[in-house]
């Protein structure tokens, strides 16, 4: 018999729940991986909310900018973990997913921040319309995702491979829990931006980032690793 997804996760992130010690992210010049570029992001306010908070590591960097912390988790076992992690912290655990957020308020959050978490949402139209809800008018997203059409990922399918996997070696198949990682949808800047744009978010900014620095941000379709936008709820 099949195992539900949540079972799944929650395997894939087997924990011990101890304390973990969760590390200052720095960005010294450009961001290299898909965390610095959330930091890189910045921002301030009173609440904000990690969609796909995992540990609590992306709200952890922002306990001196806001001062309620959000964290939403599929897993209820990263859910745990980021409870033990955030302990002494403003931090509001909350089990579920993005496409159906009815335990925070509408136009309660001043920012959301999430990395690398739409791919393995179901239903994105819903997941972007929660946010756009959650959100005040004038919130931030700053939102990223592996980026399906960087060269490197072209490459492998020109070489003749089938699948392009953003999570996973062996074309997805190198777990034996979550196919990919559990990654369900792929992404350009394009197509990140007109999802959130059918939301009801105006596009401020776009990033590219990777181990090269800069040099990923200058043809960011093309060359960074990730898809990072920043918007706003209009």
Known sequence: MAESLDVLYDRFYETDFLPET???IKVRG??????????????QGQAVLDIGCGNGLLLYQ?????????????????????AANLRGL???????????MTEIESGSIDQIVTADTIEHIPDVYAAAAEMRRVLRPGGRLVI??????????????????????TSQSNEGLGSDVLFDG????????????????????????????????????????????GVQLEAVAI
């Open 90 to 100: 403003d931090f509001r655990p909350v089990c579920g997913s993005a496409e159906n």
């Open 22 to 24: 969760i590390p200052d």
């Open 144 to 165: 990223n995702t592996p980026n399906i059409a960087f060269a490197k990922k072209r490459l492998v399918l020109l070489l003749g491979r089938l699948f392009p996997s």
């Open 30 to 43: 450009w961001p290299r991986d898909r965390y610095q570029a959330i930091v890189f992001a910045g921002g």
């Open 182 to 225: 559990g990654h369900l949808h792929y992404f350009t800047f394009r197509s990140l931006a007109l999802l959130l744009e059918r939301a009801g978010f105006r596009i401020s900014r776009r990033t590219g980032f990777g181990q090269l620095g800069r040099v990923h941000g200058y043809w960011p379709s093309l060359l960074s690793v």
């Open 62 to 82: 922002f306990r001196d900018s806001f001062k309620k912390l959000v964290g939403l988790e599929y897993s209820s076992t990263r859910l745990r973990q980021a």
